[in-house]
């Protein structure tokens, strides 16, 4: 099963321990309707986790992905089960607006937030 969801805005940030990667659809007012939020963490005993929050649904393990595919401006996830926070879903599709912000911030962070899970895709 699989659910796919898509985003005008997408943001990529470091934080101290984390590196992150931000998909938002907004309003016309510039409000946050819908987010999903992926975080690598690197715990202190250089243990790495994924971790995803969707509209304050949080879900994440150091086992979370089987991989990840980037085509074009679709961002594919598959989990290494169904998710209940995705109401079953095993794979879930991201699409983004092609903006060149969007393509910048998706270029650098799919690398470092995804790491060796991200597989394929087009350069």
């Given at each position: 099963?699989?659910?796919?969801?898509?985003?005008?805005?997408?943001?990529?940030?470091?934080?101290?321990?984390?590196?992150?990667?931000?998909?938002?659809?907004?309003?016309?007012?510039?409000?946050?309707?819908?987010?999903?939020?992926?975080?690598?963490?690197?715990?202190?005993?250089?243990?790495?986790?994924?971790?995803?929050?969707?509209?304050?649904?949080?879900?994440?393990?150091h086992d979370l992905l089987t991989e990840a595919v980037l085509?074009?401006?679709?961002?594919?996830?598959?989990?290494?089960?169904?998710?209940?926070?995705?109401?079953?879903?095993?794979?879930?599709?991201?699409?983004?607006?092609e903006t060149q912000e969007n393509l910048t911030s998706v270029?650098?962070?799919?690398?470092r937030v995804l790491g060796d899970a991200l597989k394929g895709?087009?350069?």
């Amino acid at each position: 099963m699989a659910d796919s969801r898509h985003y005008d805005t997408v943001a990529f940030d470091v934080r101290d321990n984390a590196t992150m990667l931000f998909f938002a659809k907004t309003s016309e007012t510039g409000d946050i309707d819908d987010y999903l939020l992926l975080v690598r963490t690197i715990e202190d005993d250089f243990d790495e986790s994924m971790h995803i929050e969707i509209n304050e649904k949080q879900f994440g393990g150091h086992d979370l992905l089987t991989e990840a595919v980037l085509l074009g401006n679709t961002l594919t996830l598959r989990f290494r089960q169904a998710i209940d926070a995705l109401d079953g879903a095993s794979e879930l599709a991201l699409s983004f607006a092609e903006t060149q912000e969007n393509l910048t911030s998706v270029e650098v962070g799919a690398f470092r937030v995804l790491g060796d899970a991200l597989k394929g895709g087009n350069a």
